[in-house]
């Protein structure tokens, strides 16, 4: 009966053994799925953290620069400004005194542009009547316009007395106070 007794103590001691072992297995699985799990939402978490640090720096460069982006937009014609581009031309010379006639104008590709908005060239040849002051005027106004322009033409011409007798040209010449035709081609750049 002692065996009896000693067998079925060391079979209860090996099933309690199992059952605390069991226990023990689950227990340190449970333990490791949690650890992973807390640490991908650690990653995470940090991963949202870094975006949110860039974003504020991003943001931060965005208004430290606002007012430079804002000077050099100012130098290109907007994409719809054309029409106030050319009424501002026109105005200028009405205001140096010189007959203008804009030709025609000419979008060209920007080659090689590293902007994220691309551009276009305006050509734009116009021709000029007026006295020497006003298209010397004119020609400074031009060249100190607020925009980014290249003047790739300048092309100056006397007038003969008989091409200002026209009573409807606004400008009246004499020998005194002689005519010039100027023809001038500018560039300058445009949003697409």
């Not at 020497?132 to 100056?156: G, H, I, Q, R």
């Not at 009573?167 to 020998?175: A, T």
């Amino acid at each position: 009966m002692n065996t009896t007794k000693n067998i079925s103590l060391l079979v209860l001691s090996v099933l309690v053994f199992l059952v605390v072992l069991g226990g023990f297995i689950f227990l340190v699985g449970d333990i490791t799925a949690r650890g992973e799990h807390i640490t991908s939402r650690l990653k995470m978490i940090d991963e949202i953290t870094r975006k949110d640090q860039e974003y504020q720096l991003f943001e931060k460069i965005i208004k430290s620069t606002e007012a430079d982006r804002a000077k050099i937009s100012s130098y290109v014609v907007k994409k719809d400004g054309l029409v106030d581009f050319i009424k501002l031309i026109e105005g200028m010379a009405n205001s140096s005194g010189v007959e203008v006639s804009i030709k025609t104008v000419e979008e060209s590709e920007v080659s090689g542009q590293a902007s994220s908005t691309p551009k276009v060239m305006l050509t734009l040849p116009l021709t000029t009547t007026g006295t020497w002051e006003n298209t010397a005027m004119f020609l400074a106004l031009l060249e100190s316009m607020p925009y980014k322009t290249t003047l790739t033409k300048v092309d100056l011409r006397k007038m003969d007395l008989t091409e200002g007798a026209d009573p409807k040209r606004k400008n009246r010449f004499s020998k005194a106070n002689p005519g010039w035709q100027a023809d001038f081609q500018f560039g300058v750049l445009k949003f697409k």
